[in-house]
């Protein structure tokens, strides 16, 4: 389930969102694993990096990669 990118968030806050995810999937929360892999089926072994995390973040509000909300998000 996508969710809704509100004006108030700044990167800031998304940024810390994704160390927040980080830090839940290096330790095995259920929740953050299963998001892992339903949002990035191709992953493979699971070592999560700051990477995965962005990239999930990015994906939870529609976009396909952490660089584009980056763009879009500063736009706004």
Known sequence: MERSLCFQRTLEDIEKEARNLLHDLRR???TAVQEYYLRDPLAGAFHPRLSD???IVARR???KSWQ???ER???M
Do not use: D
């Open 28 to 30: 095995r929360e259920i």
């Open 53 to 55: 995390a962005q990239y």
């Open 61 to 63: 509000y529609g976009y």
């Open 68 to 70: 584009r909300l980056k």
């Open 73 to 75: 998000h500063g736009k």
